[in-house]
């Protein structure tokens, strides 16, 4: 797959000025085109969340995660900006001995359209909207929801998204007491969030 990138690339390199990647995953990619990075994540720091999973996913990851982390380091010397989000991931990002200059921190931006004008009463506590797998910190949540229950016995999480970790997701609720804590909604279209956003009190990132 990636050779057929490049292949195309190639070919049609004259036409573009950069060429922008975007990790996680970010293809190693030998071409003559200006490469900006952006970074929402290193696997330098996400492999360890796998550790003890073990679907497909995470055991391809355990599998090739020495040859992933090294095609991103190579991928990030060689290009001549990288942007990421948080100085944290710059941290991370020394550890690859790059070159720091050509590393710029952009802050976090919400869209306009997300700033809710709905008047709504709050239904819920905590909403949760992503992926759901490991790598999304859905472990942290389910540990931290019984420690959160103990003061706040009706507390209620509203979970939007779907993946690999949702049935274990759905399973460690029951196992904590919790399900009836828990509502799992699956994808949501994006124009419906707002609103689940603005019935809810707390938006956690973990």
């Excluded at 989000?85 to 869209?111: A, F, R, T």
């Excluded at 009706?154 to 274990?168: A, E, N």
Aim: charged residues 25%; contains cysteine.
């Amino acid at each position: 797959m990636v050779m057929k990138i490049i292949i195309i690339l190639k070919k049609i390199k004259n036409d573009f000025d950069i060429l922008h990647l975007h990790s996680p995953l970010v293809p190693k990619i030998k071409i003559s085109l200006p490469k900006i990075v952006s970074v929402q994540s290193l696997w330098l720091e996400e492999t360890k969340y796998f550790k003890d999973s073990n679907d497909y996913y995470s055991l391809a990851v355990k599998l090739f995660e020495k040859q992933v982390i090294q095609s991103e380091k190579d991928t990030l010397k060689q290009a001549n900006l990288i942007c990421i989000y948080s100085k944290q991931e710059k941290k991370l990002l020394q550890m690859y001995n790059l070159n720091l200059p050509k590393i710029n921190v952009i802050s976090g931006i919400i869209q306009s359209n997300f700033v809710s004008t709905y008047k709504t009463k709050k239904e819920y506590d905590v909403i949760f909207v992503g992926r759901l797998n490991p790598r999304k910190g859905v472990k942290e949540i389910m540990k931290a929801a019984p420690l959160i229950a103990k003061k706040f016995p009706f507390i209620r999480f509203l979970i939007i998204g779907d993946g690999i970790s949702r049935k274990w997701m759905e399973k460690e609720a029951e196992k904590i007491g919790l399900k009836n804590n828990f509502i799992f909604l699956g994808f949501v279209v994006n124009k419906k969030i707002v609103r689940y956003f603005s019935e809810s009190r707390i938006a956690i990132v973990p």
